[in-house]
């Protein structure tokens, strides 16, 4: 992930500061498909940073009820970011 974030740093400053090629020397733009990785890369840090701790909040409660239904103790990490209840 850290190849893709250093991408949109790359691309982003392409596209802030026009670069010119060196053997033609026209400036060069930031393509359709560099765009659509840059978004790519963006939804998966959301999903990362947003979506993923509540999923896993989800499930370890989801496990803790089964757990407490057949006598088992809860699980011991208890420090999630989100509550989901």
């Known amino acids: 992930m850290t190849d893709a974030v250093d991408a949109v ?6 596209a802030a500061h026009p670069t ?3 053997n033609t020397g026209e400036i060069v733009p930031v393509e359709h498909g560099e765009a659509e990785w ?5 939804e998966a840090l959301f ?6 701790p509540i999923k896993l909040e ?8 089964k ?13 999630w970011r989100y509550d989901c209840s």
């Open 9 to 14: 740093r790359n691309i982003g400053n392409i």
């Open 38 to 42: 840059l978004i790519e890369v963006i």
């Open 47 to 52: 999903d990362f940073t947003f979506i993923q």
């Open 58 to 65: 989800r499930r370890r409660k989801e496990l803790d009820i």
């Open 67 to 79: 757990l407490k239904e057949v006598g088992k103790p809860e699980m011991k990490t208890k420090k």
């Open 20 to 22: 010119k090629n060196k």
